[in-house]
């Protein structure tokens, strides 16, 4: 986006908050990046990948006026195993709490199952903006009975209903962006005009390197798996120096996803080391160490060590 001149913002600006929510696997966070056209929230076709609200800035020209819209992508809202799972529920309610419209996403291929229920009945109280975003209308069968039917879940007649395919559909996603836009509220923007996340750029790769992590890991492995890049330093050459730890539960997951002969954990870093030449377009040195910090996930102490505070 071409930069906005500081004159214009000072006279009439729109800014507001968008909360996307839905329950685990839906597509969230595909949605997210797709608004941004940007990678800015880690993606895996396992449920629960997303594990704090994380925001993505949208800056742009409206018809009339600049907009910006600071999307916040939320874990899917499921029933709790341990704190972080509790942690994770309390991040969507956190968002839903402050925000100027929602965005509900749901799986189109589906009917509602319990999970869906327990997300109506947090955004039943909302009574700004709501969007009902049926996605993966590339491989549903029966997309409008799908999205009548959680439709139904909602006691509200202004629903704005959309049905896309966050992976396939750019169009689709760019039309939804403009509506969102249209209906934010006049406001100073929240954010500087550049950049496109609230995350640092170690929290960023951090998420890239649990995202590979938990496509190569099985069974309950990846839900074991936290992430820190500890330092990051440019040399001379413009290589990029990563020092990241990928920290596990137990000393037996700690050998899997080391693997016989370090197999594992080399292709970890391999393709979490090519994904961050991609997006940062420049050469990439990751160190990967494996360490153990023993049930952090039942652990509140661990939890804000790791971040998820
Ligand atoms: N076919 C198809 N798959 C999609 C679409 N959107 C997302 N997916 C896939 O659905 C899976 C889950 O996507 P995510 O974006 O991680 O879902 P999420 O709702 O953020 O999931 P959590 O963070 O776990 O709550 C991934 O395998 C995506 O590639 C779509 O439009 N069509
Ligand atoms: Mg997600």
Redesign the pocket.
């Known amino acids: 986006m071409d930069s906005i001149p500081s004159d214009d913002l000072l006279n009439k600006t729109y800014s507001g908050f968008v909360a996307i929510v ?10 997210l990046n797709s608004l941004l056209g940007a990678k800015v ?10 594990r704090r609200g994380m925001r993505g800035i949208y800056t742009g020209y409206g018809e009339t006026a600049p907009y910006q819209a600071v999307f916040v ?1 939320t ?2 809202l499921h029933k709790p195993a341990d704190a972080l799972g509790k942690y994770m529920n309390n991040e969507v309610h956190n968002a839903l709490s402050d925000v100027d419209a929602v965005v509900w ?1 749901v799986d189109l291929r589906r009917p509602p199952t319990e999970e869906d229920k327990l997300v109506a009945r947090a955004i039943s109280p909302f009574d700004k903006p709501l969007w009902l975003v049926g ?5 549903a069968k029966y997309p409008d009975e799908a999205l009548n039917a959680y439709e139904k879940l909602l006691e509200r007649d202004d629903i704005i209903k959309v049905k ?5 559909d750019p169009e689709a996603v760019q039309t939804l962006l403009a509506d969102v836009l249209k209906n934010l509220p006049e406001n100073p923007f929240f954010f500087p005009n550049y950049g496109r996340s609230d995350q640092s750029r170690e929290q960023w790769a951090a998420e890239i390197i649990r995202e590979e992590a938990m496509q190569a890991l099985r069974d309950e492995i990846p839900y074991s798996v936290a992430t820190r890049v500890n330092s990051w330093v440019e040399r001379d050459n413009g290589m990029q120096v990563l020092e990241a730890d990928l920290i596990v539960e137990q000393g037996s997951h700690r050998k899997i996803v080391i693997g016989a002969g370090a197999k594992m954990i080399k292709q970890i870093g391999l393709r979490a080391r090519k994904q961050l030449e991609v997006f940062l377009n420049k050469k990439v040195y990751l160190d990967l160490e494996v360490s153990v910090m023993t049930n952090w996930r039942s652990d509140t102490e661990a939890l804000r060590e790791l971040g998820y505070e």
């Open positions: 839905g329950k685990p696997n839906v597509g969230k966070s595909t949605l929230s880690a993606v895996t076709p396992k449920p629960q990948t997303t992508d874990p899917g996403v996605n993966k209308l590339d491989v896309l395919s966050a992976q396939n």
